[in-house]
């Protein structure tokens, strides 16, 4: 039974088998602290809609939760049960149990501090993300940036303000609204085509694409279990030509799709890790979801792959002129180079050093961000928080950690497969 939950006198349904886990073998004892744990995340998923990204696991232990209306004390009051008697299971012949183990409880420890941000507790922004994630984010000062708004201002000289520059050159490269299924479909069918080359998905595996606004992001998979996503693309904001290839490829092949298609299918079906079949997205596996599903573009399209595939491909559908694309490129190249200010501007946002105003100019003025789009970014940070420094922090970890040792595509590929379908932390990254 859930007898950490029970010990914290919690009135629950008797999910699992009445044997005493002090009677079981410790691989058998840790199945039955999964289900405890699986309880505990879909319980704080009622109290925060963002909580669980993802769900396909036992519908009983979903409808336990439901039914059991448990308080957050109450959820802390079990979690430091489970986490007390995770540390007290013999794991020293074992290294495969000793990571699964790690693994729980780090969860938990990131469960606790959403608990906790949940109840009025504040963490500054890297020991949040820390709690949360298992890591931080470097700190960049504003001369890291201004090197290369300086490379920037060369590239697209002029008058007015660099900002506005960068947009008005940007423009040239937006699809056209009525273009953009076809564009994006076209993108995701690529970067599926060149996931398949190197990584064997579950047969059956699908998604589908919907459009839609009034959205704190650019793109989301929403993960249904049994390999099938339903990927959203929201069109508040023009949607530029490199954001196809994007999208399609860290919503899908080899993304959030392929990272958790890999995962049910390796963890959860074939060895009944049944915690993978939760999502908690504030928790250590985003690093790597994000951090793989960003890294996964450059590895689908080394060198000039890209380029050539959007120049012949994309632009026809989208209709637009590639005479500029080369310079437009060398710009996506250095703004690339700024995708950390946005982490500053979350540092300093939710620390209480920058006002809301403050964090949008600084957005528009070291992410050459335009206002429209600064304050659909502060959006973003006023509701996933520290979350923003899984897709650049969390990139760069998962790029370390691949191309070490390895060096060629298919070694590369080998090393990202094996990241996707195991049981990992980010400190393993490092």
């Given at each position: ?236 904001l023009p949607t530029r030509i490199d954001r196809a290839v994007d999208l399609g ?6 993304g959030h799709h392929t990272y958790n298609a890999l995962l049910e299918k390796n963890l959860v079906v074939d060895n009944n ?158």
């Amino acid at each position: 039974m859930y007898r950490f939950i029970v010990a914290a006198a919690l009135s629950l349904a008797l999910l699992s088998c009445t044997q005493s886990t002090d009677e079981m073998a410790p691989s058998a004892e840790i199945d039955e602290f999964a289900r405890d744990y699986l309880l505990l995340e879909l319980s704080m998923g009622q109290y925060d809609a963002n909580h669980v990204d993802a769900y396909f696991g036992p519908d009983e232990i979903k409808s336990a939760a439901t039914n059991a209306k448990l308080g957050r004390d109450d959820i802390l009051a079990a979690s430091a049960g489970l986490t007390s008697a995770l540390s007290r299971l013999d794991t020293s012949d074992d290294r495969q149990l000793a990571r699964r183990a790690a693994g729980l409880m780090a969860r938990l420890r990131a469960l606790d501090t959403r608990v906790a941000m949940s109840k009025g507790e504040f963490f500054d922004f890297d020991e949040e993300s820390k709690r949360l994630f298992g890591t931080s984010a470097p700190n960049y000062d504003k001369s890291h940036f201004e090197a290369i708004l300086r490379q920037i201002d060369i590239l697209l000289p002029g008058p007015g303000s660099l900002t506005s520059r960068v947009e008005e050159f940007s423009r040239a490269f937006e699809i056209p609204a009525d273009r953009l299924p076809a564009v994006f479909e076209a993108a995701i069918v690529e970067c599926r085509r060149r996931t398949l080359e190197y990584i064997r998905l579950p047969e059956g595996e699908s998604f589908t694409i919907e459009y839609v606004t009034d959205k704190p992001w650019s793109g989301y998979n929403w993960y249904q279990g049994s390999a099938v996503s339903i990927i959203q693309v929201n069109t508040d904001l023009p949607t530029r030509i490199d954001r196809a290839v994007d999208l399609g490829c860290h919503e899908g092949y080899p993304g959030h799709h392929t990272y958790n298609a890999l995962l049910e299918k390796n963890l959860v079906v074939d060895n009944n890790w049944l915690e993978f079949s939760v999502y908690p997205l504030f928790s250590p596996q985003s690093p790597i979801a994000e951090g793989s599903a960003n890294y996964g573009i450059e590895l689908s399209f080394p060198g000039e792959e890209r380029i050539e595939f959007e120049k012949s491909v994309l632009f026809p559908l989208a209709g637009l002129d590639d005479a500029l694309a080369d310079r437009y490129y060398e710009l996506l190249e250095l703004q690339a180079k700024l995708s950390f200010a946005g982490n500053e501007a979350a540092r300093g946002y939710l620390n209480g050093e920058l006002s809301r105003e403050q964090a949008i100019d600084w957005l528009m003025t070291y992410s050459l961000s335009t206002k429209e789009r600064a304050q659909q970014r502060i959006r973003f940070m006023e509701t996933y928080r520290s979350y923003v420094i899984n897709y650049n922090h969390g990139k760069a970890m998962v790029a370390n950690y691949v191309e070490t040792g390895t060096t060629t595509p298919a070694e590369r590929w080998e090393k990202f497969e094996q990241l996707l379908s195991t049981s990992i932390l980010p400190e393993n990254l490092e």
